[in-house]
T-cell receptor, first 114, second 111 residues
Framework: NAGVTQTPKFRVLKTGQSMTLLCAQD?????MYWYRQDPGMGLRLIHY???????AKGEVPDGYNVSRLKKQNFLLGLESAAPSQTSVYFC?????????????FGPGTRLTVT | LAKTTQPISMDSYEGQEVNITCSHN???????ITWYQQFPSQGPRFIIQ???TKVTNEVASLFIPADRKSSTLSLPRVSLSDTAVYYC????????????FGAGTRLFVKA
């Protein structure tokens, strides 16, 4: 099993450009999450999904959109990138969304917006 | 949501036992305590989880006192490769997303 994979690993955008980050998991998990991590800080939840076709806002959703058209994929979109969105983005999945369920994380996508 | 407080950083030497304490004064009855480890340029990785008393696995031990207002992650005989950030999380087993990652504790293991 590959676990959780993220595409791309690195990306540089100019202000105003758009892009989509792809997260894929092969563990048949119902729940998927997108986090961002700024230098020296913990992870902050952007959006999450409790199942195919559903999404919900997390702690810092502004400027991002998500879609979960297939159970195994969770896409994060930036419609008009801003320098404040420079960060490392992590995707995660879990069997359920209870506080006791282990989250499996991808390797991250390092995004720089100039 | 139960807020957690951890030391910002800790230093240790190879071969020593490291104990990282997390305070969670507002922990709820159905909340569990979970610890994750994050190496530079990688996503967090689950280490251990417990509800009360002591839990031990091949990587670490977790000590939880009777009042559950704090917990201690114990790493036996650390090595340089244990240098990482360690996150303490508190979450319940009811539905709804409640897990929050704080800033964590940066552990530096020196030779």
């Amino acid at each position: 099993n590959a676990g959780v994979t993220q595409t791309p690993k690195f990306r540089v955008l100019k202000t105003g450009q758009s892009m989509t980050l792809l997260c894929a998991q092969d563990m048949n998990h119902e729940y998927m999450y997108w986090y961002r991590q700024d230098p020296g800080m913990g992870l902050r939840l952007i959006h999450y999904s409790v199942g195919e076709g559903t999404t919900a806002k997390g702690e810092v959703p502004d400027g991002y959109n998500v879609s979960r058209l297939k159970k195994q994929n969770f896409l994060l979109g930036l419609e008009s990138a801003a320098p404040s969105q420079t960060s490392v983005y992590f995707c995660a999945s879990s069997f359920q969304d209870r506080g006791i369920d282990e989250q499996y994380f991808g390797p991250g996508t390092r995004l720089t917006v100039t | 949501l139960a807020k957690t407080t951890q030391p910002i950083s800790m230093d240790s030497y190879e071969g020593q036992e490291v104990n990282i304490t997390c305070s969670h004064n507002n922990i709820a009855t159905n909340d569990y305590i979970t610890w994750y480890q994050q190496f530079p340029s990688q996503g967090p990785r689950f280490i251990i989880q417990g509800y009360k008393t002591k839990v031990t696995n091949e990587v670490a031990s977790l000590f939880i006192p009777a009042d559950r207002k704090s917990s201690t992650l114990s790493l036996p005989r650390v090595s340089l490769s244990d240098t990482a950030v360690y996150y303490c999380l508190v979450g319940g087993n009811t539905g709804g997303f409640k897990t929050i990652f704080g800033a964590g504790t940066r552990l530096f293991v020196k030779a």
